[in-house]
T-cell receptor, first 113, second 111 residues
């Protein structure tokens, strides 16, 4: 089955700097890769996703890149702000059984003012 | 407002005392699911449902039951809770099976 690893487990950056979180997956059949942001006391919120037919996707200050050959994908946050502080989760699945997401263990991002 | 609601948000119980955590969504989604979140393990799927009366096991279904009698509701039942079911539980819903909406979570402590 699929296994998703995520690094780093914690990340501290200065406000305005960039943050990068990386995930690796094991199942070459996976072709959908979402990222979630979880703020304290709340449920995960889908912030961006990427499908295997593209290598990069951007949405304002966040972007996701995918390297299918190496089986890794990354979340990039530019110009970080204190409200970006949260736990971020990556996940992987296949269109054929989309509901069976496998999540990474999470990265706690702290943006220091 | 599109939302997934869960009740209760916090629950302390004792081993063996049956409990139900409710989940409701107002988006007319076919797909619903339950996840548990434990430190260092991310989110793991317990059960999911593809429509009314259609449910299937996720990765960690042992000790849990679900039912889907109405499209909007997907309760999680622990018939005989044990301390290893102490966790943070999330309900999710989606129109596609790709989980777009999560509830606020239910923190359960089993003594």
């Amino acid at each position: 089955g699929e296994n998703v690893e995520q690094h780093p487990s914690t990340l501290s950056v200065q406000e305005g700097d960039s943050a990068v979180i990386k995930c690796t997956y094991s199942d070459s059949a996976s072709n959908y890769f979402p990222w979630y942001k979880q703020e304290l006391g709340k449920g995960p919120q889908l912030i961006i996703d990427i499908r295997s037919n593209v290598g990069e996707k951007k949405d304002q200050r966040i972007a996701v890149t995918l390297n299918k050959t190496a089986k890794h994908f990354s979340l990039h946050i530019t110009e970080t702000q204190p409200e970006d502080s949260a736990v971020y989760f990556c996940a992987a699945t296949s269109y054929n059984y989309g509901q069976n997401f496998v999540f990474g263990p999470g990265t706690r991002l702290s943006v220091l003012p | 407002e599109a939302q997934v609601t869960q009740n209760p948000r916090y629950l302390i119980t004792v081993t063996g005392k049956k409990l139900t955590v409710t989940c409701s969504q107002n988006m007319n989604h076919e797909y619903m699911s339950w996840y548990r979140q434990d430190p260092g393990l991310g989110l793991r799927q317990i059960y999911y449902s593809m429509n009314v009366e259609v449910t299937d096991k996720g990765d960690v279904p042992e000790g849990y039951k679900v039912s889907r009698k109405e499209k909007r509701n997907f309760p999680l039942i622990l018939e005989s809770p044990s301390p290893n079911q102490t966790s943070l539980y999330f309900c999710a819903s989606s129109s596609t099976g790709f989980w777009e909406y999560f509830g606020p979570g239910t923190r359960l402590l089993v003594l």
